[in-house]
T-cell receptor
Framework: ETGVTQSPTHLIKTRGQQVTLRCSSQ?????VSWYQQALGQGPQFIFQ???????GRGNFPPRFSGLQFPNYSSELNVNALELDDSALYLC?????????????FGPGTRLTVT | GIQVEQSPPDLILQEGANSTLRCNFSDSVNNLQWFHQNPWGQLINLFYIPSGTKQNGRLSATTVATERYSLLYISSSQTTDSGVYFC??????????????FGTGTRLQVFP
């Protein structure tokens, strides 16, 4: 059974640029959620995708957007990067819609915005 | 929204010691998970425990949903237990709007 994978591992971008992060869900899972973890804090929910549709969103501006593909992999896109976007971005997959299924996390992508 | 507080915020132990980590939440929750975040940032699932008690090796967890708290017990701690422990609760009761809310974390350091 393949676990959740994310790419790239690390990324450095300049303020104002755009970035795309990728996540492959665990085998048998149809739901992907994205989280932002700033240094020294717990992860914060960005949004969830279920069967290629956005299914719930946290308190993040529209410049954070996403996609889910037919194979249930997902992308997180962030436009007009700001310095405060520097964080560890985690994706989690689960076998059903909503947050009450057990969530399995990938290793994360560490984004630095300069 | 729901508040999730963990205590203690920091814990330093010598190898072999036992410890109890606490997670308090401010409202009824749909579910609860405990995670260990290793120094490389990976969140590792420990327990999926909306209520009751579960054990896995040296670790066990108890959730008392009616009293809004959960406990994580670590026995005979090892240096590899070091890292940050998070509890996370599910806020909301609809699969369209519920979300996982993480606690403030407990940073554990185990020394040989």
């Amino acid at each position: 059974e393949t676990g959740v994978t994310q790419s790239p591992t690390h990324l450095i971008k300049t303020r104002g640029q755009q970035v795309t992060l990728r996540c492959s869900s665990q085998s048998g899972h149809n739901t992907v959620s994205w989280y932002q973890q700033a240094l020294g804090q717990g992860p914060q929910f960005i949004f969830q995708y279920y069967r290629e549709e956005e299914n719930g969103r946290g308190n993040f501006p529209p410049r954070f957007s996403g996609l889910q593909f037919p194979n249930y992999s997902s992308e997180l896109n962030v436009n007009a990067l700001e310095l405060d976007d520097s964080a560890l971005y985690l994706c989690a997959s689960s076998p059903g819609q909503g947050a009450s299924y057990e969530q399995y996390f990938g290793p994360g992508t560490r984004l630095t915005v300069t | 929204g729901i508040q999730v507080e963990q205590s203690p915020p920091d814990l330093i132990l010598q190898e072999g010691a036992n410890s109890t980590l606490r997670c308090n939440f401010s409202d009824s929750v749909n579910n609860l998970q405990w995670f260990h975040q290793n120094p490389w940032g990976q969140l590792i699932n420990l327990f999926y425990i909306p209520s009751g008690t579960k054990q896995n090796g040296r670790l066990s967890a108890t959730t008392v949903a009616t009293e809004r708290y959960s406990l994580l017990y670590i026995s005979s701690s090892q240096t590899t237990d070091s890292g940050v422990y998070f509890c996370a609760v599910v806020e909301g009761w609809s699969y369209n709007t519920d979300k996982l809310i993480f606690g403030t974390g407990t940073r554990l350091q185990v020394f040989p």
